[in-house]
């Protein structure tokens, strides 16, 4: 175990709870019902949107989902200044090492500058411990985004996520072509297949359409299904 040269120690706070049984994953077999956690950051609210509907598509396949949200690191100037919101129906995140309690992982965040935002990187920084167990190696991993413009960095933020979730060893499932809304030029509408989309506009009003919503939702069953066949 390293990171480059330097292997970190498990007392360093990076690396949260690390114990040395890299790879060992719960067992979810029997009557255990699957768990997914859909963790997020959203400043406006339209990732708080779609993340509900991507624990309803998990929910709709017969699996247990849980909504979280990473800590608020800007200052509060900032947060004063700009209006970041937070949805307080969902609670904050306990910590990196609850993690490895789920069998699915989906991370959303809306792009900044076509990466992810540092609220969601900050706390992934902590999850040094989660990727020295290996407990979400295996399991499924998937991600959603938005931006205010339409190209204004949607793949790459969602990439940017993804690169994280295939450290930790997860298997990606993307927003695959099954789901039929995504083609079309008839409407302005997000979507991707390497991820559930939606696009708030240049002033930020404009809501996830019904579109969207089934995308976040499709994404949610697809990783819930995934899990339940990894399960089986
Ligand atoms: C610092 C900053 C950088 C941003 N960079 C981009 C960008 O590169 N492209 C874009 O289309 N929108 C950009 N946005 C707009 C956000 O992506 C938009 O507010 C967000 O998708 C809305 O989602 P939310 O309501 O969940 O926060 C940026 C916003 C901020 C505050």
């Known amino acids: 175990m390293a990171f480059g040269t330097i292997a970190p120690h498990p007392s360093d706070p990076i690396m949260g709870s690390a114990q040395p049984n890299r790879g060992a994953m719960r067992p979810m077999k029997g009557s255990m019902m699957a768990r997914i956690l859909v963790l997020y950051y959203s400043s406006y609210g339209h990732i708080s949107s779609m993340a509900e509907a991507v624990a309803a598509g998990i929910r709709d396949a017969g699996l247990h989902a849980d909504i979280r949200r990473v800590p608020e690191t800007a200052p509060e100037e900032v947060v004063k200044n700009f209006g970041f919101q937070t949805n307080d129906e969902h609670t904050l995140i306990e910590g990196p090492d609850v993690l490895g309690d789920y069998d699915g992982l989906v991370l959303g965040a809306p792009t900044r500058f076509g990466r992810l935002p540092s609220q969601m990187a900050a706390f992934l920084d902590t999850c040094g411990g989660v990727w020295a167990n290996g407990t979400l190696i295996g399991k499924p991993g998937a991600v959603f985004t938005s931006s205010n ?41 997000g979507g991707a297949p390497y991820g559930a989309t939606t696009i708030a506009g240049p002033d930020g009003s404009r809501q996830p359409s019904d579109d969207e919503i089934d995308g976040a939702k499709y994404l949610g069953r697809r990783v819930a299904n995934t899990a339940a066949k990894l399960a089986a």
């Open 149 to 189: 413009s339409q190209h204004g960095g949607q793949e790459t933020t969602l990439f940017s996520m993804i690169t994280n979730l295939l450290h930790f060893g997860m298997t990606i499932v993307g927003l695959d072509y099954g789901f039929e809304g995504q083609n079309g030029v008839d409407e302005v509408k």
